[in-house]
C-alpha cells in the first residue's frame, strides 16, 4: 500500500510538471546590440567617427553623429554596386537611433569613402547618455543584399 502511495504521488508530481505551461512574453521596445562578437561583413577603413550634442546658445539640443569610413575592396560584395544606406546608434546595447545620414561619397580605384552626417540633428531620447561611449552599427546595401559592420567605443560629447 505505501508503494502505491509513493508511486501515485510521483506521477502525480511527473504529470503536474510535464503538463505546465510557459508563456514567452516579448517585451515591446528597444532592440539590443548583440554583444557575443562584432560583426564585419563588408572591409572597412574606419576613419574618424563621432557622435554629440549640440548645446550651442540659440539652438534647440541635438544630437548629431559625423564621420568618414572607406569601404574596401571584398570578396562577397562588389565595391561598386555596395552603398551605405543607414547608421544604427546604440548605447549600452540599446538602439537610440536609426538614421540615414547625408552622405558624399568619393570613389576610388581600390576604395569608396563616405563622408556621413546629421545635416540638421535628430531630437533627444531620454536614454542618451553623453557620459558614455556608443556603438554604430553601418548599414550597407548591393542589391538586395545587406551587409553590416560595428564598431564600439565611439567618441561621444557635449558641444557647448
Known sequence: ?????????????????????????????TKKLEKKKL???????????????NLMPGTEPKFQISGSISLLKGNNYNL????LKYIKVFQSGKELYFVKPKI???????????????????????????????????????GGKEYIYQIKN????EVH
Open 1 to 29: 500500500m505505501k508503494k502505491n502511495k509513493i508511486v501515485y504521488f510521483l506521477f502525480t508530481i511527473l504529470l503536474i510538471s510535464s503538463c505546465s505551461t510557459t508563456k514567452v512574453v516579448k517585451i515591446p521596445g
Open 39 to 53: 560583426v564585419h561583413e563588408v572591409n572597412l577603413n574606419i576613419e574618424k567617427n563621432i557622435g554629440w550634442i
Open 80 to 83: 561598386k554596386t555596395t552603398n
Open 104 to 142: 558624399r561619397v568619393e570613389e576610388k580605384k581600390d576604395f569608396k569613402k563616405y563622408l556621413y552626417s546629421t545635416i540638421s540633428g535628430l531630437s533627444l531620447v531620454k536614454d542618451l547618455n553623453p557620459n558614455k561611449k556608443l556603438e554604430f552599427e553601418f548599414i550597407f546595401k548591393d
Open 154 to 157: 565611439v567618441e561621444f560629447q
